[in-house]
């Protein structure tokens, strides 16, 4: 059939269409033979029991991280309870630290909070500063000894023998587990958790209020006349004075009959948006206005709750009587020691309904050793069909959705948050790494970019405008967008993917679907539908650090301060530690003053890598440095491979690449197949996010923001192809899809090879000039393939200068050429420990470099050398000059003793273990214990893994899981 497009079709008129409606000449329908889309899901549906896991098990789960739900379990865990709070968000406190309203109702809470602020400059007059109160919690349930999940979603209460309560199954980055307890107390809004257990929607919220953060404020003037100038807004505003000079909090309730679930997220944002431009703009006091921020979390008022006997005697109890529990200890007290002492009578049937479902879901990791457990069939709450259902609405969720809406498709996408964009919205990393310029990106940006001068010049866009100018666009393109949701699994026939399970407050959900997108950022749809994944770098499955950044305002301007560490954001329990250490690495840099403080946080960690699916097309570095241009290209990536984390420990790619070539900021562009974006052996499924099928060295290239909003795009208007074609989305048409691209203006140009090869001679050459051309030129010099091999000695007669001869040095020894002139340069840098400059940005100090390149030419007696170096006291002082962690020159000398070989440079590695276990402990020296073991091992498989079995039970994950590789458990 032929395609008939519209004669003028941009991605100006593309964004600008007012619904799918405007684009549905555009698409072809179903030929003949082409699959029919899969039968309608039942209206009652459930998903049949299973087994499962306990992943954590104590006396008392308290659901909802309130403050009601912190008062109940601080004070239960004071008791001497064992004691887990459950919370749906990423902070505590939610009324104070998401929804930002500073005043907690006097009382024990409010003092306990004071006591741990006050030195930090969190406290004054009676008002709590959200952002180091939040901070604050962290410390003071750890100090209790209350454990903590967030970022989960309680599903149900969980039932033992008898239909007794045992605890609480929840949704997380890990799928459904349990939480194990004879008694449960829920501190959500309105009793949502307690309230679906009896079958009841949880009641309507009667008021909302939503609160913005601004800067530059005249605040008495502004008390002085707390009007909103702004339709569709209730005329009178809160005022909080912020505890910093010209900083304040205004809050504003929503005029009218309050819309439901997402749309009221949506419109609250929109006006606070307009009422921080109408502010600035009409109020004398706001003329210097800069929005920090909009609260994550609308400030909901719910009538009393109904009173829930079916309850009575269960042990689920409702953390009734807030005011009463924050005011007097012993009130929380008593609230715990009634659903403690109330179990034993079962609680209410709740039998599945309609037919059981084929699901795949997320799992927990079993380096845990959970015990095992059943999870009871879960009753679905069965949505109408989409054709297209994206998960995930962040950096190439919302642009996948918005896409495919375009192109015709009838199209809902789910999100925990509730504000699209993802990485550069929620997360706060407001400008573009590189990347390119292509489809939808401009026009977003350009409306973006219009509010600025409103808002305040924030890097590259102000998130609130980007979010707004996203929420906007969805609406018009028709879009259903459904927030607060988590992804857990999908629903499946056979190989295909007809359905998207998703956790929420009011318990588990379906939407069925003719195509899902994959929109996660960590491949979570595609991993719970059985696609083959793997994580991380290839050595010991670490992925590069993530962020998790603060606002704090800079010369008059709203900027970002991040902190970084390794997480692997596919676990809840993992995912938790990494929002607890940001934030305690934040709180270290107290106490905080005027001229020293942070405004607020970012509700979603800033994750750079995790799962890579494995696709029917798996992208290459080397597909990039080739110039690879392939015939089913969707879009362009182009950036540094911009490696956040200990470039020793990745492959020898990207090793040479910085270390030995300094090309750690020379910028390669590469083309990405549709085939890396159909997850192998999967069917319905596309991948629109960082997760698609690329091996770790070029994700550390082709993930940056710009270039996934082009993958999103891409992968959206594949998907409504695909419906129209009546076709899964391996059976597209890859002519017609890159048409539709074209007019979209994101198809890609061909790329261009890094470094053209040369004769050895000019590259010999260019190595005098340094930077990037003498970095490319080591490159092609040090294929041993090369036809020309270097002509070492005429090189040297030439009397090159130290920079070129040393350079030289390095390719001869990556060669495996030991020239004996060569070899004795390396010799004497490494011996000097000369200092010279760095080959490049992130490369290790010139001795080291030495070093290493001695190690690789298996020179005679390196490994003494180098074990000489490792005992040297301040090997961390290069690397915290040149910015790198304190452990990288370390972990790189103990790669060169593995490249170097043999018993000698086993038994440096076994003596140097044993110095290394010998410090006191920390994170540090168990990276470096086991670096030192997995190089020792591959030397010599017989080593004994006993430092590896010692850490087996490993607190952090990613560490424990090399602990059990290196032990042969895993």
Known sequence: MDIIHPPVLTRRCLLQAAGATALAVALPGAGPGAEAPPPPVPAGAHLAARPGTVSWSGDLVVVGATLAGLAVALAAAGEGRRVLLLADGPVLGEELCAAWDGRVPTGWLADLLAAEVGPHGGVRDGWFDPCIAALAWDRLVERQGVAVLLCVTALRPHRGPGGVLAGVEFAGKGGRQLAAAPAVVDATPGAAFAAAMCGRAAPRATACLRRIHLHGVAVNDLVARPESPCPGIAPALEIQPGLWPDEAVVGFRLAGVLPAGAALGARSHHLAVALARSLHRQHPACARARLVDIAPVCALEHPDAEPLPALAGTGLEVAAGRVALLAARPAAVACAARALAGGGLPLPAQDPVGAALDGGELAPDPAYDDRPATLAALPLRVHPPAEVVVAGCGTGGSFAALAAAQEGARVAVLDMHGIPGGIGTASRVNSYYMGVKAGMRPLIDERAAAMRDDLGRTG?????????????????????????????????????????????????????????????????????????????????????????????????????????????????????????????????????????????????????????????????????????????????????????????????????????????????????????????????????????????????????????????????????????????????????????????????????????????????????????????????????????????????????????????????????????????????????????????????????????????????????????LLALPDLSAADMKAHRTATSTELMLLRALGAAGGPAAAAALRAHLAAIEARPASVERDILALAALRELRALDPATDPAPAQARRGHPRLLLRRQARLLSGQL
């Open 460 to 868: 590259d866009w102000h998130p609130s405008a980007k979010a707004d100018v996203l929420l906007d666009a969805l609406e018009q393109a028709g879009v259903q967008v459904e927030t607060g949701l988590r992804l857990f699994g999908v629903v499946r026939e056979g190989a295909r993917v007809t359905g998207v399970l998703a956790a929420g407050a009011d318990g588990a959900h379906l939407f069925p679907c003719q195509v899902a997108v994959d929109g996660t950022g960590d491949g979570d749809l595609a991993a719970a539908a059985g696609a083959r994944w793997m994580r991380g770098r290839a050595s010991d499955g670490v992925p590069l650090f993530y962020s998790l950044n603060a606002s704090v305002v800079r010369n008059g301007e709203v900027a970002r301060h991040g902190t970084f560490g390794w997480t692997d954001p596919t676990d809840a329990r993992e995912y938790t530690r990494a929002h607890l250490e940001g934030r305690a690495a934040l709180w270290r840099q107290g106490p905080f003053t005027p001229a020293k403080h942070f405004c607020t946080l970012a509700p979603l960690l800033g994750i750079r890598q995790s799962r890579s699916i494995a696709g029917e097309a798996t992208v290459t570095a080397a597909d990039f440095l080739a110039g690879r241009v392939w015939d089913d290209a969707v879009c362009m990536a182009s950036a540094n491979f911009d490696v956040a984390g200990d470039f020793a420990l990745e492959g020898t790619f990207i090793r040479h690449w910085v270390v030995a070539f300094g090309l750690f900021k020379h910028q390669v562009a590469g083309q990405i197949p549709y085939r890396s974006l159909l997850p192998a052996g999967i069917e319905g499924v596309l991948m629109a996010c960082r997760a698609y099928s690329a091996e770790p060295d070029l994700q550390y290239l082709a993930r940056m923001q710009s270039d996934m909003q082009q993958l999103g795009e891409a992968a959206g208007t594949a998907a409504a192809l695909a419906v129209r074609s009546g076709c899964a989305p391996a059976g597209v048409d890859r002519a017609a899809l890159r048409e539709r691209l074209r007019l979209r203006e994101l198809l890609p140009a061909a790329p261009v090879a890094p470094a053209p090869d040369r004769p050895a001679a000019e590259l010999l050459a260019a190595l005098a000039g340094g930077g990037a051309g003498a970095g490319l030129a080591m490159l092609r010099l040090a294929d041993g393939g090369r036809t020309d091999p270097p002509d070492w000695g005429a090189f040297l007669a030439a009397a090159p200068g130290d920079e070129a001869r040393f350079r030289a040095a390095v390719v001869a020894a990556l060669r495996r050429e030991p020239y004996p002139a060569l070899m004795a340069e390396l010799r004497a840098v490494a011996d000097a420990r000369s200092d010279g400059p760095l080959l490049g940005e992130r490369s290790s100090p010139r001795w080291v470099v030495a070093a290493y390149a001695l190690a690789l030419a298996r020179d005679e007696g390196v490994a003494g050398r180098i074990a000489g």
